[in-house]
């Protein structure tokens, strides 16, 4: 019994492992097809423009994940598969380094063909600088959205709080936009999307920060993530331009919208290999967290085992 529970605590490292040599578990359909149809099915039967069908939509997209994460509770290293699905690393650094590739090939109509995949803003309009800066804020966001808060609701909740940070993380990837048509509709999504990642961006920060001492993190995370749109991407982003010694932010223009963002760090503009730069030290973040949350869901059942 006590070796099993041995194993099962180390469910959130595994996950990671898994993702770092294969990637995303090669089966179709795919559970993160089968959850876009189903936000998409309940999207055209529920939508309206406004708030409260917004918060039934997002509440009902929920369900299933409710529904599958308490029946995971019942399958050994269920943690670890449903982990292992959610953490998209080995995806989100293989399609960053493939528009450094391009850029370093000159290629920018290939390097703007892929960009989409990884943010939402225009490609048509970004430069060489452009396409860096995107391709590294998505970076670091990303590290938050894919990589630290699966393995942090894991850790938490086990396959239920995987499960429901997925859904809730698609959900805002769908419909969470500053558009006519989801800037209600979708507010239900994006402030529940935010509230599941702000515990992983903070961590997220920190870990960036053990990881690069000397840099000043936390200080650029105080002084210039607190003023970005977003309660957790700026401080993702405002970590990784201290670490790397760059400066993010700025212009950024989406195909319904121009926003001005703040800049992001007191360093140069980035160039191509600071692409991989930033991949490198997204992996050793989702490393570090994944020992983190696995010691810490050790020393958890430790305590509990005492006082039982």
Known sequence: MR??????????????????IWGEPSVSPHPIELLGSWISFLEKHLYAPTRPAGLLFAATAAIPALVMGAAGKRVRFATAGTTWVSVAGKSLHAHALSVQRHLEHRDIAAARAIVPALVGRDPSVLDQTGLTRATIESVAESTVDAIVAPLFWGTVCGPTGVTLHKTVN????MV?????RYK??????AKWDDMMAWVPARCTAGFVAALSPGKGVLRTVYQ????HPSPNAGLAEAAFAAALG??????????EAEEHRPYLGQGRPPVPPDIARACVLSHQVGTLASIFFGLSRQLATNRLRKRS
Not at 170 to 173: G, K, N, V
């Open 3 to 20: 070796r099993r529970q041995a194993l099962e605590n180390q469910e959130i490292p595994l996950a990671w492992f898994l993702d770092t």
């Open 184 to 189: 209600n509709f979708g507010w239900a999504a």
């Open 170 to 173: 698609t959900l805002d990837s």
């Open 246 to 255: 760059i400066q993010l932010g700025g212009i950024t223009i989406y195909p």
């Open 224 to 227: 210039d993530g607190t003023k």
């Open 176 to 180: 969470g936009h500053h558009t006519p």
